[in-house]
Nanobody
């Protein structure tokens, strides 16, 4: 069983930055760490995924170049640095993890955080 606890959501203006954190317990040496988001009335979509085993990282086209996923093994924490935020980035953000290499299909992940709201205004 893997337990995830998120923090760091909030309200910002377009163009500003925000960093989300997710404590992953335990954090294994081979694990997929991912961020998803779900806007009101829309399906959950993948944002970024990082596989600890070989360092593979993948971003959705909508956030590539603006968002950065990272991890701190010593703190058992994964992060999502979000820069140049846009109105369309408004959503509930979820961290997720699993014990194999997975992509950005939320249906494949077994372990989830509780979600944190990110609101971007003009």
């Amino acid at each position: 069983q893997v337990h995830l606890v998120e923090s760091g959501g909030g309200s910002v203006q377009a163009g500003e930055s925000l960093r989300l954190s997710c404590v992953v317990s335990p954090m294994y040496s081979r694990m997929s760490l991912a961020w998803f988001r779900q806007a009101a009335g829309k399906e959950r979509e993948g944002v970024a995924v990082h596989y600890i085993g070989d360092g593979t990282t993948y971003y959705a086209d909508s956030v590539n170049g603006r968002f950065t996923i990272s991890q701190d093994n010593a703190k058992s924490t994964m992060y999502l640095q979000m820069d140049s935020l846009k109105l369309d980035d408004t959503a509930i953000y979820y961290c997720a993890a699993d014990l194999q290499w997975l992509g950005l299909d939320p249906r494949e992940y077994n372990f989830w955080g509780q979600g944190t709201q990110v609101t971007v205004s003009s």
